[in-house]
């Protein structure tokens, strides 16, 4: 059992520096600069979106898994089949984010002549936070749709043993004058991600997220992370995560369930999987028309009656986007353990960081 102590001390950085430290890092361990570039943008946007369990954290785990050689650091990305509106890639075990950039890229022209589009990835790897990939198609007036499967972390309901990732994925819908409506989530209740942070900090984690490996509840980070993920609402969850690997892994015959490798192996490729959708709004309607419904649906929502004690009610999305607007004025705000691990991966390398 870990006794709570009180939270670690936080350390400020800039976005810019801590991207221009990312690509450096990554261009250090032989990735091109602009698929360095590519990888640090999205690591430092989570960041940016509050969503640090996606963000830098993951950079030395990256470095790990470039030197073990689990990953490819120049992405050599092939087309196995191709329709006007789909298309089957394998992504040769290279970085996750480059291959899915460019694989949403492709979602994104394919749905510019075809009006909606579906587009598949094997032998990739993790993609970090998955609404850097949705939100891509905003700016094309497109409804933009990602999902992954990832490393084992849920049973079946009624099992105990991993067979399961948490699967995130994420629908990205354009508004007018109103920020987008981005749902991202994993289907698990929390993300890995978030336990490795109180892992790091010392702190517990609060009774019904996780199990132990003999599934019986837990509060030890160190043992939620060897357990079993509990999911979001029970049977339901587990039927979205299970759909989502489906999605991914079974229809593009790459890795699924236990099969897929986590972060922490260094040797062994991921086999992640990936699909990405793209959606043109002009394809079903008036694209102006459109955003005013949004921006009219999101005004009643939140113009909504509140209940006591609720101040704002907010879309999926918009908090991320406020966060956006206050970490580029004021910084990002780094668990000290986590710059700690930042600076020794850059004096191992050879490239110093300022934090």
Known sequence: MVEEVTASPK????HDQLETFCTQVLQKLGVPR???????NTLVTANLRDVDTHGVLRLPLYAARLKGGAMSPSVNLTTEKETVA???LNGHDGI???ISYRAMEIAIRKAREAGVSYV???H???FGAAAYYPMMALDHDMIGLAFTNASPRLAPTGGVEKLLGNNPWCVAVPAGKRPPVVLDMANSIVAAGKIRILQKEGRPVPEGWALN???EPTTDPTAALKGILLAIGGYKGYGITLMVDLLTGVLTDSNYGPRVKGLDQDVDPAGTAHSFMAIALSAFTDVAAFK????AYIDEIKSSKKSRGTEVIYVPGEPEHIRVQERKGKGILLQAKVAAELRALGKDLGIPIDL
């Open 11 to 14: 350390v400020m950085a800039r």
């Open 34 to 40: 602009e698929e360095a570039e590519i990888t640090a």
């Open 86 to 88: 789909t298309a089957l």
């Open 96 to 98: 996750g984010q480059v």
């Open 120 to 122: 598949a990835v094997s």
């Open 124 to 126: 990739s790897n993790h």
């Open 213 to 215: 490996e003999h599934g």
């Open 292 to 295: 005013a419904r949004m921006d």
